[in-house]
């Protein structure tokens, strides 16, 4: 089955700076990679997503960047604010069915 | 999200019980997820359905079942709970699997074994 490895397990960030995921995949066949954002009790809600033909999405301070010959991905969060704290989960998609990443916790210290 | 529900939200059983955790949504979607989700490990797939009568195992079924006798509902059984079955479950919903579709999350229930 597919495998995903989410790395660093935790940041911490200045408010405003730049905040980076990273996320590799083992199944070539995976096609279709979300990213979660999970708040503290609440449940994992999509903020961005991006499929396997397409390099680069971006949704205003969030982008998304793949590299299917590496197999990896990756979220670029700038302009970090205190609400950008949270877990944030990779996943990639593959045979009907979303295999997640351990999850990264973000921090933005003001 | 208001349109896939979880219940009970909390629960505290003992071990040996059997314990069943409800899943419904209002949208019909076919597909019907269960995760649990423990530190360190992320989201790990229990069950899945693709449709009614339909579903198959995830990464880590042992000690789980499912049923889904209507599309609406995806209850999930633990028969005789064990402590290491304590976690935070979530029950997701897509329209369909085929391609791209987003995976919707329901609150999640969290469940203590004592």
């Known amino acids: 089955g597919e495998n995903v490895e989410q790395h660093p397990s935790t940041l911490s960030v200045q408010e405003g700076d730049s905040a980076v995921i990273k996320c590799t995949y083992s199944?070539?066949?995976?096609?279709?990679f979300p990213w979660y954002k999970q708040e503290l009790g609440k449940r994992p809600q999509l903020i961005i997503d991006?499929?396997?033909?397409?390099g680069e999405k971006k949704d205003q301070r969030i982008a998304v960047t793949l590299n299917k010959t590496a197999k990896h991905f990756s979220l670029h969060i700038t302009e970090t604010q205190p609400e950008d704290s949270a877990v944030y989960f990779c996943a990639a998609f593959n045979d009907y069915k979303l295999s997640f990443g351990a999850g990264t916790t973000v921090t933005v210290r003001a | 999200d208001a349109g896939i529900t979880q219940s009970p939200r909390y629960k505290i059983t003992e071990t040996g019980r059997q314990v069943t955790l409800m899943c419904h949504q209002t949208?019909?979607?076919?597909?019907m997820f269960w995760y649990r989700q423990d530190l360190g490990h992320g989201l790990r797939l229990i069950y899945y359905?693709?449709?009614?009568?339909?579903?198959d195992k995830g990464e880590v079924p042992d000690g789980y079942v499912v049923s889904r006798s209507k599309t609406e509902n995806f209850p999930l059984t633990l028969e005789s709970a064990t402590r290491s079955q304590t976690s935070v479950y979530f029950c997701?919903?897509?329209?369909?699997?085929?391609?791209?579709?987003?995976?919707?999350f329901g609150p999640g229930t969290r469940l203590t074994v004592l």
């Open positions: 199944d070539s066949a995976s096609n279709y």
């Open positions: 991006i499929r396997s033909n397409v």
């Open positions: 359905s693709a449709a009614a009568d339909i579903t």
């Open positions: 997701a919903s897509s329209k369909t699997s085929a391609e791209y579709n987003e995976q919707f």
């Open positions: 949208w019909s979607h076919s597909y």
